[in-house]
């Protein structure tokens, strides 16, 4: 495949990225914009805390799969790994800062988790039971996404090293969009993910 051909997948996957679930869904069941509301951020955390459980379990899967599909694609059509790897970081980017959406988009946590999925699922099983085991102990989403980010490179060096620049990447974009939290949470003053603090940031 030539290589101008290649780089369609990172750009296709920035697209799908691009597209805020949230915000989507809100608009669908004429509900307030999740930009106005609590932590103002389009992601499944924050529309799970002002009160449409159900529309979060949505906006997660969703967010998933748009980073899940385009990586899972370029890597059983066999893609060189740095166009893998570029795939990966395009979707989670075009959620961070999406084209359709003034580029004020999410966190990328659900939407890395899936995009490190077709890697291996051990890989993101371990993300997943981290972030579920620093939440459960200390009740701060932010503080399990961080967490789970930080550890995500060393749990990949274990099991597929080639990848762990890329997931690296991955990870300082994670930390990097919850910089505002890491800061509350040095000054205690971050909400839990089951309190109503309008502060919250997720």
């Keep these: ?30 509900l307030p914009d ?5 932590s103002k ?12 459980t159900k529309i979060a379990l949505c906006v997660f899967i969703f967010d998933v799969l748009k980073g899940m599909l385009p ?4 890597y059983r ?24 959406f003034n580029f004020k988009g999410g966190k990328c946590v ?16 371990l993300m997943i039971a981290t972030w579920l085991i620093v939440l459960i102990l200390s009740g701060y989403s932010s503080l399990a996404s961080i967490v789970a980010a930080v550890a995500a490179p ?6 597929r090293p ?14 990097w969009r919850h910089h505002e939290n890491l800061e509350r949470l040095w000054r205690r003053q971050e909400p839990k993910i089951f309190s109503k603090s309008k502060n919250d940031n997720y």
């Design 1 to 30: 495949m030539p290589n101008y051909l290649l780089f369609l997948f990172p750009i296709l996957a920035y697209l799908l990225g691009s597209i805020s679930s949230a915000i989507l869904l809100h608009r669908l069941y004429h």
């Design 34 to 38: 999740p930009r106005t509301l609590g």
């Design 41 to 52: 951020n389009p992601g499944a955390v924050n529309t799970f805390r002002n009160g449409h």
């Design 71 to 74: 990586v899972w694609i370029a």
């Design 77 to 100: 059509l066999g893609l060189p790994l740095f166009y893998v790897s570029l795939t990966a970081l395009a979707s989670c980017i075009g959620h961070a800062y999406p084209v359709f």
């Design 110 to 125: 659900a939407t890395a988790l899936g995009a490190v999925a077709p890697i291996g699922f051990d890989l993101s099983g």
């Design 154 to 159: 060393i749990y990949i060096w274990w099991f």
């Design 162 to 175: 080639e990848y762990t620049f890329a997931v690296a990447m991955l990870s300082c974009l994670i930390i």
